[in-house]
T-cell receptor, first 113, second 114 residues
Framework: DGGITQSPKYLFRKEGQNVTLSCEQN?????MYWYRQDPGQGLRLIYY???????QKGDIAEGYSVSREKKESFPLTVTSAQKNPTAFYLC????????????FGSGTQLSVL | GESVGLHLPTLSVQEGDNSIINCAYS??????FIWYKQESGKGPQFIID?????DKRQGQRVTVLLNKTVKHLSLQIAATQPGDSAVYFC?????????????FGEGTQLTVNP
């Protein structure tokens, strides 16, 4: 079964804690993306990666970090510097060229305790 | 029923009616556009796409219209069903030096009343 798997589905963060959201894809896609979605809002781009070992900041990268050591994995760390982390986080991928539709995972809801 | 731009984020229609969801995009250089449907607590699902060299594209019960002159995109859903209730997002693709990236609109909540 090919697809994008995000885990966990629900995650809670304590004050001052870093948490990492997992995103794995077995679609052999080159490019991967992280979006943040607040209630009643659209999707805002956090980070994206076109190839392994390379990634670029999106529109709201502050307080987040990523790595792309493997083609199939693009984990997102929400650091303690992100003061308002409560949101729905979506990971997506595309095969690699331009003008392609994004395939989305099912999302992770992050909340602050 | 019809929504207007991003200032009317909700649209309520009767089952069986046609729905029109509108979207204004910002970049005249954008060359690819997509409509997504998102149900509560789930990731967005692809509905239909259109490239900038076209002004209309039809799918099953859905039609996307592109007006590049006024930078406007619309999604028409025929014979709207309760299962169509969701948030609908338009997205525009831009080419940047670091690669292509999609920018999403704020979305429209479609509610279908039985």
């Amino acid at each position: 079964d090919g697809g994008i798997t995000q885990s966990p589905k629900y995650l809670f963060r304590k004050e001052g804690q870093n948490v990492t959201l997992s995103c794995e894809q077995n679609l052999n896609h080159d490019a991967m993306y992280w979006y943040r979605q607040d209630p009643g809002q659209g999707l805002r781009l956090i980070y994206y990666s076109q190839i392994v070992n390379d990634f670029q900041k999106g529109d709201i990268a502050e307080g987040y970090s990523v790595s792309r050591e493997k083609k199939e994995s693009f984990p997102l760390t929400v650091t303690s510097a992100q003061k308002n982390p409560t949101a729905f986080y979506l990971c997506a991928s595309i095969p690699g060229g331009s003008n392609e539709k994004l395939f989305f995972g099912s999302g992770t809801q992050l909340s602050v305790l | 029923g019809e929504s207007v731009g991003l200032h009317l984020p909700t649209l309520s229609v009767q089952e069986g009616d046609n729905s029109i969801i509108n979207c204004a995009y910002s970049n005249s250089a954008s060359d690819y556009f997509i409509w997504y449907k998102q149900e509560s607590g789930k990731g967005p699902q692809f509905i239909i796409d259109i490239r900038s060299n076209m002004d209309k594209r039809q799918g099953q019960r859905v039609t996307v219209l592109l007006n590049k002159t006024v930078k406007h995109l619309s999604l028409q859903i025929a014979a709207t069903q309760p299962g169509d209730s969701a948030v609908y997002f338009c997205a525009e693709n831009r080419e940047e030096t670091s690669g292509s990236r999609l920018t999403f609109g704020e979305g429209t909540q479609l509610t279908v009343n039985p």
